[in-house]
């Protein structure tokens, strides 16, 4: 079974500054994609980032990146020019391929990013 | 569009006692998940669907029931609750296909007392 792990539960960060959220999984499979979802205090959970496992490049939303190694099971997600919005809590999920039956999310315990002014 | 909407945002049960997490979505989806959110951890899988009349078991199935009668439609069935189903429940939406996201609805938080 796969399992994603946040090993960091809180993380603090300037207004203005980057910060850099850890991400790591254990998968056998050689297809599948990775999640960036960011959960304010409304709970809604919001999709933040989204990257192909079969894509090198790593994928840019605006402020958001992240640096995927896949030899090394690691996805994290950097926010650069944080602002006070960016406080949330982010979970980083795995989703395995799509074999005729839904393909499932599964959720790190995640990771609660605070921004100071 | 709503997206997916979810009812009721909040309940409190009494220990033994039943009830029905309704959940709907106008996206036209295929597939369905009901998750549960404990707190300080991530979200687990409880039941999901890929299509009406199609259900199967995810992660922590146990003590609960759904249904899949129609496409917009994905209710959750609550059977004698027990508190450790305390928890904020989350249903949520995709279409078909490894790279789509799903859309979560905004959670049902219930408490068992």
């Known amino acids: 079974a796969q399992t994603v792990t946040q090993s960091q539960p809180e993380m603090s960060v300037q207004e203005a500054e980057t910060v850099t959220l850890s991400c790591t999984y254990d998968t056998s499979e050689s297809d599948y994609y990775l999640f960036w979802y960011k959960q304010p205090p409304s709970r809604q959970m919001i999709l933040v980032i989204r990257?192909?496992?079969?894509?090198?490049q790593n994928a840019t939303e605006n402020r958001f990146s992240v640096n995927f190694q896949k030899a090394a099971k690691s996805f994290s997600l950097k926010i650069s020019d944080s602002q006070l919005g960016d406080a949330a809590m982010y979970f980083c999920a795995y989703r395995s391929p799509d074999t005729g039956t839904a393909s499932k999310l599964t959720f790190g315990t995640g990771t609660r990013l605070q921004v100071t002014l | 569009n709503a997206g997916v909407t979810q009812t009721p945002k909040f309940r409190i049960l009494k220990i033994g006692q039943s009830m029905t997490l309704q959940c709907a979505q106008d996206?036209?989806?295929?597939?369905m998940y009901w998750y549960r959110q404990d707190p300080g951890m991530g979200l687990k899988l409880i039941y999901y669907?890929?299509?009406?009349?199609?259900?199967d078991k995810g992660e922590v199935p146990n003590g609960y029931n759904v249904s899949r009668s129609t496409t917009e439609d994905f209710p959750l069935r609550l059977e004698l609750a027990a508190p450790s189903q305390t928890s904020v429940y989350f249903c949520?939406?995709?279409?078909?296909?490894?790279?789509?996201?799903?859309?979560f609805g905004p959670g049902t938080r219930l408490t068992v007392l």
């Open positions: 996206m036209n989806h295929n597939y």
């Open positions: 669907s890929v299509g009406a009349g199609i259900t």
């Open positions: 990257q192909e496992a079969y894509k090198q």
């Open positions: 949520a939406s995709s279409r078909q296909g490894l790279r789509n996201e799903q859309f």
